[in-house]
């Protein structure tokens, strides 16, 4: 039995949908979806009804794009409210979210809980001499433009970083109460560390990759594994003694002449490879 997860899926380009159909069965597996499926209700039921007769168990994260409110019709759900319509999707499939209890890995080794994670963004990946009400504006100055900041709604709270904040909060909470003898997978859409949100071409995108406030998490919280996505640059590596793993697809041209998609499937548990100070770029 075996862990696997993937990000990213964007299953809007034509290229990534007929590549999910594409995915080899693992009827005895678990998968993690890490967020940025696509960006309308109707993403997640084809990506789930493709994935439920391939694994056993799918748990899913929401990233930025299934929280997009794209359509123009008034009654469209936004926020929060648009959030718990994917999480009940989601029930209808069978698929673990946030909300549910942190199932326990069934799966051999020592006692580990898979913890899915929604905790958003605060603009705080950023320079600390520029505030956070300017960091929008420090981001333009480099040509660059969110499209969460068009269609990404906080509604019913002020602002995605208050958003944020009570999210980060309430999760805090839940894993506080964890049982201290159990490891845990942490897997959130977004970097929980700062300086991870490397973006060569793009940095001053960074302040759409996460919140300060998970800087110790992994420590914190006892991971032996953290699983992200997001960024769109797959990698693997080991910081103070936990194994982080970036499992973005991504968009066509990103992955098409790299890889397929079965290869971009990455094995969370078992640990494929021993600890290593060498990070290992999967391309």
């Known amino acids: ?20 159909e594409q995915l080899s069965p693992h009827p005895e597996d678990w998968l993690i979806v890490a967020g940025d499926v696509g960006e309308t209700r109707e993403d997640l ?9 391939r694994f056993r168990q799918l748990i899913w994260v929401p990233g930025n794009h299934e929280l997009w409110t794209i359509s123009q019709d008034p009654s469209a759900l936004r926020g929060e ?13 069978g698929v673990l979210t946030p909300e549910d209890p942190y199932p326990r890995w069934p799966g051999e080794g020592p006692p580990r809980i898979i913890a899915p994670l929604f905790l958003l963004y605060d603009y705080s990946f950023r320079p600390d001499d520029v505030p956070e ?45 964890l049982p201290a003898d159990c490891a845990t997978i942490l897997v959130n859409h977004f970097p929980l560390r700062r300086h991870h949100a490397r973006l060569p071409r793009i940095p001053r995108f960074s302040i759409w990759c996460g919140t300060r406030r998970t800087e110790d998490w992994h420590r ?45 499937l990455r094995q969370i548990l078992p640990a494929p490879t021993p600890p290593s100070p060498t990070p290992i770029f999967h391309g």
């Open 81 to 93: 409210a648009r959030y718990r319509q994917l999480v009940s999707l989601c029930e209808a499939y």
């Open 133 to 177: 009400e300017d960091a929008v504006k420090w981001a333009a100055e480099s040509g660059l433009m969110c499209t969460d900041e068009a269609v990404l709604f906080p509604d019913p709270y002020p602002s995605r970083s208050a958003w944020c904040a009570a999210r980060c909060e309430q999760t805090r909470q839940r894993l506080e109460a």
């Open 1 to 20: 039995m075996k862990l696997y997860a993937i990000s990213d899926l964007h299953v809007r380009a034509p290229e990534n949908r007929a590549a999910l």
């Open 220 to 264: 914190r919280f006892r991971a032996e594994v953290v699983v992200t996505g997001h960024l769109h640059i797959p990698l693997t590596f080991w910081e103070e003694g936990v194994r982080f793993e970036e499992v973005s697809l991504g968009y066509p041209k990103q992955w098409q002449h790299r890889r397929t998609i079965n290869q971009a």
């Open 45 to 53: 039921a084809f990506t789930f009804e493709t994935l439920a007769s």
